[in-house]
């Protein structure tokens, strides 16, 4: 399996996993309050700074006549990364045989940084950002978007991120919100998962009898599915 590129169906849904930067990556952060002990032994490692395979992915869900993504990267800071992959979306977009102005829809489970990145690209000679995919429609959780441009603190970096990355689609007048569990897109449904952030989602992608869920930072990895702590953090 390849760890930037990954394709499978779900019914008559085509579904291609892509990867905007696959580091491995120490998971300490992700179990805050478990004895290293046992979730060391429950990953498979010798020890919590041993790094394990991680993945700053999204999903390309081709149906029905749509592109859809659902996150859009980590964006050009991944490429200063020095990780595998990292801030090649728009290669493995082109490489499923697209071109950015052909993705329709862009579906976000929440607004960090890791997951919008490519939502706007930089200009290079320090003009305004462009939008990386112009003729998409971007479905985010109203509670999320509203959380991210009027509640968070306007001087953490987070929130300057998500403004920066957000923005310019709302101006565009391209975003589309949604209010709990509904359709968003035939075949993909919503889920509210706060906790991660206020308003984060996971989504349904069903089609033919069959289903595949797609969690967001709802969970980073299967051990969080067996022991699940109910911890939330912005």
Do not use: C
């Not at 309050?33 to 993945?55: Q, R, S």
């Not at 310019?168 to 991660?196: N, R, W």
């Amino acid at each position: 399996m390849s760890r930037l590129f990954e394709q499978f169906t779900v019914g008559n849904q085509e579904i291609i996993a892509l990867s905007d930067g696959a580091p491995e990556r120490a998971l300490g952060g992700f179990f805050a309050g478990v004895d290293p002990a046992l979730w060391t032994a429950a990953l498979g490692i010798a020890g919590p700074d041993e790094g394990v395979p991680f993945n700053f992915g999204t999903f390309l869900i081709r149906s029905g006549g749509r592109n859809v993504l659902i996150h859009s990267g980590y964006g050009t800071p991944a490429k200063a990364m020095g990780i595998l992959g990292g801030g090649e979306l728009p290669e493995r977009i082109a490489e499923a045989g697209l071109k950015p102005e052909e993705i329709t829809d862009v579906v976000h489970t929440h607004l960090h940084g890791d997951h919008i990145g490519w939502n706007v690209t930089p200009d290079a000679a320090g003009g305004p950002d462009r939008l990386t995919f112009p003729n998409a429609t971007f479905h985010i959780a109203a509670r999320e978007l509203d959380f991210w441009l009027n509640g968070a603190p306007k001087d953490d970096d987070r929130t300057k991120v998500a403004a920066r990355n957000t923005v310019p689609i709302q101006a565009a007048g391209h975003i589309k919100t949604f209010d709990g569990d509904v359709e968003v897109l035939p075949g993909i449904s919503a889920i509210a998962t706060p906790g991660h952030t206020p308003g984060h989602t996971s989504f349904i992608v069903s089609s033919g009898g069959q289903e595949v869920l797609i969690v967001g930072d709802a969970a980073h990895h299967p051990v969080h599915f067996e022991h699940q702590s109910g911890r939330a953090h912005v």
